[in-house]
């Protein structure tokens, strides 16, 4: 019975195809665009997810003060107030994982005929920790490197690419600032940061042989900023007002007066941002759903005027002995072929716009089962209950008032 059913609705539909091709429009175009929204949705989300995995978790940066001249308040950073005693005392601290003072600069690195300005960081072995940092080829530098100021470095992927190509840059020497270092590993990629900087056109360096022989330093044992990872997400409320309270105390800033560092939340910085993307990928979702709602609206309105024309036949089929039930299922199998037709064909101009898009303008996109699922079971429930509506009132038509209906 429901394979003579569905013949039949296949028919009514093929009688009307103009109508019908339109009326299925309504339901591609809105799973399509869900999907395509999802998927750019996400991919943003994952983009966002994967730099603040990259960064290392549960971070604090600390950062040097700023200082006044002439009524002139310099940024922050621009007085070397913090030390290398600091981050050592910060990392006695309980709760407080691994710390890392740095010093940053910029330097031409040369090799052979190939040279490249970059980024320099003077720093510890315990950098690779607190960013949860892993080495593609040789080793780390140690506390060894960084006691006798050795002219030793780690360079990043960027880096590598653009003085060596293909070849292995592991115990090779490069010249920084006309100065020969000696390279000990290579690290592995990190990609992106949340600002958009290339955290892999980097070069680490021992923090002593960056203050003794590279950059130099106004005031011995300086750096420009700490980084420091607490044990666990659920300390870092405790560890953040443990270093504020530790610095002020040694600095000797008195009760009341501004702090000549700051501490900042590089995590919370990163949950912000993910909350970020996560909104805006739910807010693309809910856009798109709107033409899901007029998709199935579309199929109510030519499912009615299909009753309405078609309300002798009814009148027809109820006489010869159809039921009420049989005339529900009949107008109700129309529109779930619509439906399923239409979310079909809307899959796959969807996923294939997304892929589109992700090639032609490099944009991150990410297509997933639970999305395509979501978008056609939501579209076909819509466009079924849409189509309930009209089939019902078809079914409590009276034989005799759609008989007589001209």
Aim: glycine content about 10%; aromatic content about 6%; proline content about 3%.
């Amino acid at each position: 019975m429901i394979g003579a059913m569905l013949s039949e609705a296949w028919m009514a539909m093929g009688a009307n195809r103009l109508r019908t091709i339109l009326t299925m429009l309504g339901m591609v175009i809105g799973v399509c665009a869900v999907i395509l929204m999802l998927a750019v949705g996400q991919g943003a989300q994952q983009q966002v997810q994967a730099s603040i995995a990259s960064m290392g978790s549960n971070l604090f940066i600390i950062l040097s003060g700023s200082t006044t001249s002439g009524g002139v308040r310099m940024g922050g950073g621009a007085t070397p107030t913090l030390t290398l005693a600091d981050a050592q005392a910060i990392e006695e601290l309980p709760s407080v994982f691994a710390v890392a003072p740095s010093s940053p600069g910029t330097a031409q690195l040369v090799y052979g005929p190939n040279n490249w300005s970059t980024q320099v960081i003077g720093t510890l072995p315990s950098f690779l920790t607190v960013r949860d940092w892993r080495l593609s080829a040789g080793f780390p530098f140690t506390d060894s490197d960084v006691r006798s100021a050795t002219r030793v470095a780690l360079l990043g992927q960027t880096v590598v690419r653009n003085l060596f190509g293909d070849e292995d840059p592991v115990g090779k020497t490069i010249r920084i600032r006309n100065s020969p270092y000696v390279i000990l590993g290579v690290l592995g990629a990190k990609g992106q940061s949340l600002d958009g900087r290339d955290q892999d056109d980097t070069v680490l360096v021992p923090v002593t042989t960056a203050q003794r022989k590279l950059f130099g330093t106004q005031f011995a044992g300086t750096v420009r900023f700490i980084m420091a990872q607490a044990e666990s997400a659920e300390v870092m409320s405790a560890v953040e007002k443990s270093i504020n309270e530790l610095l002020r105390q040694r600095h000797r800033i008195r009760e009341g007066a501004e702090n000549d560092f700051s501490v900042r939340n590089l995590t919370a910085m990163a949950n912000t941002a993910a909350e970020t993307a996560q909104v805006m990928s739910m807010m693309l979702g809910a856009i798109a759903s709107v033409s899901l709602l007029v998709g199935g609206i579309g199929i109510m309105n030519i499912m009615l005027v299909s009753v309405t024309e078609r309300t002798r036949e009814i009148g027809i089929r109820m006489a010869i002995g159809a039921r009420g039930k049989d005339i529900l299922l009949q107008f109700l199998l129309e529109a779930i072929i619509i439906s399923v037709i239409g979310c079909l064909i809307g899959v796959l101009l969807g996923v294939g716009g997304a892929l589109a898009v992700s090639k032609a303008s490099g944009m991150a996109v990410l297509i997933t089962m639970a999305s395509i699922v979501t978008a056609f079971v939501v579209a076909a429930t819509v466009g079924i209950f849409f189509g309930w509506y009209p089939a019902r009132k078809a079914s409590l038509l009276r034989p005799i008032d759609a008989l007589r209906f001209q």
